[in-house]
């Protein structure tokens, strides 16, 4: 866990977060649209720039460190999703890019009437691509409902929705509109009982809990770096037989190995070289608040007590938010509430505020200098299943481990100012 008086020195290595509005500090809480980067991020991006832009396999200098950054970064990445090696992680501009490449190769192996299994959790970018392959090679869709009361999987629906036709089932590792966290373990255990591959989407997970990709056995794993305090990027992680295995869509002279046959064009060197900043901030953070004395040369032991630290940390600011928000008069919380299942959710949450629209909500905080998203944020089947989206959907605050105490004080307050205060009928005369 980091101690309370260290916030401050983390919070002071992200530059984003001096900037003030109406004289006092812009809260981001639109951390599931985006996380903020520490300052080792844009060193590294502006000193690969300066010093080692090129491109990919040259026989000169400047291609060959850059050649090595990638290098050093697939490596730092397997570390961070627990890969077995450098070759099973792919760079990609974004988890939905690389999605619908991945569902396309896996649809060549598809015949008609395989069956792919989706949720009404998932964002869209793990629901979408595979409904296109309903069209483009006749698979059935399966759908696992949730449980409207507290927003988690209907286990039971999952159970029934799998069977000897199942291919795929796509599902996330944590809500990205009200913070369920799935219980991914399980369900790749259930998958594979049925000879189904997984393909998890942990872009929201990621910057919030450790990610084991090789412990929960799946066959494909998807995130996204500027989620986790990293530059616009997209990270898979994929069972090397598989990556090996299928046909991805490439031009000819491109590598015909994992990752290079994958990673299509020309990689983002500086966003890449950026992400290595990254994992640099975590691995300091993992030493310093991971508890025990872990090895020089262990680079995931470090991620993984870094992870370890940032949700110990954010199971506090959970907590706060759970009470805070519960008191704000007309405020209704979706998803989890009951601070007995905590550790059954990220601290995301998403609501509604009697009165006042999604957007108005979100519009008087951005006015406030507070930065929240409304909408669907395209947890498109979610928002549709709880009969939100006629009225704007909800309102959705994230937090992460820079976020203190103080803040959810003050969005809190702000809140209670813009809930409108129930209409007093006007005296009869
Ligand atoms: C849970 C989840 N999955 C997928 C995505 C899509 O990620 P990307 O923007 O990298 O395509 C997002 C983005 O908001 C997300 O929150």
């Known amino acids: 866990m980091i101690p309370s008086d260290r916030l401050p020195h983390i919070r002071s290595q992200f530059p984003a977060l001096s900037r003030r509005q109406d004289g006092r500090p812009y809260l981001y809480l639109d951390g599931p649209g985006g996380t903020q980067v520490p300052r080792r991020t844009i060193e590294a991006m502006a000193a690969y720039l300066e010093r080692n832009n090129a491109n990919h396999e040259g026989a000169f200098p400047t291609s060959e460190e850059s050649d090595a950054v990638l290098a050093e970064a697939h490596a730092a990445a397997a570390d961070f999703l627990g890969a077995d090696s450098a070759g099973e ?44 392959l309903q069209e483009e090679r006749g698979a059935v869709v399966r759908w696992v409902e949730i449980r409207p009361d507290d927003c988690t999987l209907d286990m039971a629906g999952l159970e029934r929705a799998l069977g000897p036709r199942t291919r795929v089932v796509a599902v996330g590792m944590a809500s990205n509109a009200v913070g369920t966290i799935n219980p991914v373990s399980r369900i790749v255990a259930m998958a594979h009982h049925v000879g189904a591959w997984t393909y998890v989407d942990a872009v929201h997970a990621a910057p919030h809990l450790a ?36 046909a991805a869509y490439k031009v000819r002279p491109a590598a015909d ?23 640099d901030y ?90 929240v998203w409304d909408g669907d944020y395209y947890a498109y089947e979610l928002i549709r299943a709880l009969g939100l989206d006629e009225s704007g959907g909800m309102v959705r605050v994230g937090l992460v481990h820079y976020n203190e105490p103080a803040e959810i004080e003050r ?3 702000a809140l209670r100012e813009i809930a409108r205060p129930t209409a007093v009928p006007a005296p009869t005369r």
């Open 89 to 132: 992680v792919v760079f990609g501009q974004n988890m939905t890019t690389i999605t619908f490449a991945l569902s396309r190769a896996i649809g060549r192996t598809l015949r008609q009437g395989d069956e792919i299994v989706v949720t009404r959790l998932d964002h869209d970018a793990n629901v979408a691509p595979w409904l296109a």
């Open 211 to 246: 990610i084991d990709a090789a412990a929960l056995g799946t066959d494909f794993l998807v995130c996204s770096p500027y989620k986790f305090f990293g530059p616009h990027l997209g990270l898979l992680y994929g069972r090397r037989e598989l990556l090996h295995r299928l």
């Open 257 to 279: 190995e994992p990752p290079g046959k994958w990673e299509t064009g020309t990689l983002p060197g500086e966003s890449i070289a950026g992400l290595l900043g990254t994992f």
């Open 282 to 371: 975590l691995e300091w953070l993992g030493r310093e608040f991971g508890g025990a004395q872990i090895d020089a040369t262990d680079r995931r032991a470090a991620l993984v007590a870094a992870m370890l630290a940032i949700r110990a940390t954010e199971r506090g600011l959970a907590l706060q938010a759970l009470t805070a928000l519960g008191e704000v008069p007309g405020l209704t919380l979706r998803g989890i509430v009951d601070p007995a299942r905590i550790d059954d959710r990220v601290p995301t949450f998403a609501f509604t505020l009697a009165g006042r629209t999604p957007r108005e909500v979100a519009t008087e905080l951005g006015r406030r200098g507070i930065a």
């Open 411 to 413: 969005l809190a307050q």
